[in-house]
């Protein structure tokens, strides 16, 4: 989930485990939302995206759901490997053009051999 | 392939200096922006860019100052470095019109400011 302060939370999961990853957003008007992965040493890369229009939206081992009662963004990794152990971000497009994007803090994924 | 380069990986300066971080797309991508990574911060958005010699402040402006002169290249300056500005740097650049309005990441720039 979201962080508070400087503690990045993390989720530890074993290998072929489905892992969830969750994310509060914060604004209300918010309409496109992107998740993130970012491995050791490298920049952020896209996973998969969704709009506000819909509530879920699947990828390649990848689910991601949205609740805009509350905010609440979610992804879904099934059959973790290890080549998902990565911090994760949920990004929110809190403009109008697409371009204008606010990250969560991040959630480290570690996938247990 | 897509790519964003950020000129230096590791750089270590003093208080005071000033220091520029250079990034360069090679995608014709109208937009680019400057976020820092802080652990348990996320990513904050300093700066971003919508087009050549165009410039509108992120989150966290203060201290710092960018150059768009070229539309594939974006800087950030830190006119007078201070120990605060420790951080890993990130570029970004996304289309501005169509596309899915995905970031496309450089690899990073992690400043000390001893």
């Known amino acids: 989930g979201e962080s508070v302060g400087l503690h990045l939370p993390t989720l530890s999961v074993q290998e072929g485990d489905n892992s969830i990853i969750n994310c509060a957003y914060s604004?209300?008007?918010?309409?496109?939302f992107i998740w993130y992965k970012q491995e050791s040493g490298k920049g952020p890369q896209f996973i998969i995206d969704?709009?506000?229009?819909?509530d879920k939206r699947q990828g390649q081992r990848v689910t991601v759901l949205l609740n805009k009662t509350v905010k609440h963004l979610s992804l879904q990794i099934a059959a973790t490997q290890p080549g998902d152990s990565a911090v994760y971000f949920c990004a929110e497009n809190i403009g109008g053009n697409n371009n204008d994007m606010r990250f969560g803090a991040g959630t480290r994924l570690t996938v247990k051999p | 392939d897509v790519k964003v380069t950020q000129s230096s990986r590791y750089l270590v300066k003093r208080t005071g200096e000033k220091v520029f971080l250079e990034c360069v797309q090679d995608?014709?991508?109208?937009?680019m922006f400057w976020y820092r990574q802080d652990p348990g911060l996320g990513l904050r958005l300093i700066y971003f860019s919508y087009d050549v010699k165009m410039k509108e402040k992120g989150d966290i402006p203060e201290g710092y100052s960018v150059s768009r002169e070229k539309k594939e290249r974006f800087s950030l300056i830190l006119e007078s470095a201070s120990t605060n500005q420790t951080s890993m740097y990130l570029c970004a650049s996304s289309f501005r019109r169509g596309g899915t309005g995905e970031l496309f990441f450089g690899e990073g720039s992690r400043l000390t400011v001893l």
């Open positions: 969704i709009r506000s229009n819909m």
């Open positions: 604004n209300s008007a918010s309409d496109y």
């Open positions: 995608m014709d991508h109208e937009n």
